[in-house]
């Protein structure tokens, strides 16, 4: 296969592991608000806000991969050292 092949199925297992776990995570987040909130319910505007910013924390890795995806993709530091070494 050739490098750009490469780089495809590289960006592809980047996101799908980077949405897997970032998905694990807000949903174990929002899991333990929920909880919380059902023990103390005058407690709900603590722990609504810590849940925001711990999910704004969460979804922010998820950018991150997808950013370095679409490095790999379009902007690849390497694609003129691998075309001289295919001689292109």
């Given amino acids: ?31 333990s608000a929920v909880e919380g909130v059902a023990r103390n319910p005058s407690a709900s505007g603590k722990i609504l806000t810590t849940m925001m910013i711990g999910l704004a924390m969460i979804e922010s890795l998820a950018i991150y991969v997808f950013v370095v995806a679409m490095i790999i993709l379009f902007a690849n530091p390497f694609t003129a050292q691998v075309m001289e070494l295919a001689g292109k």
């Fill in 1 to 31: 296969m050739t490098f750009f092949a490469w780089c495809m199925i590289a960006a592809g297992f980047g996101m799908a592991i980077g949405s897997f776990g970032t998905g694990i995570g807000q949903g174990m987040a929002i899991k």
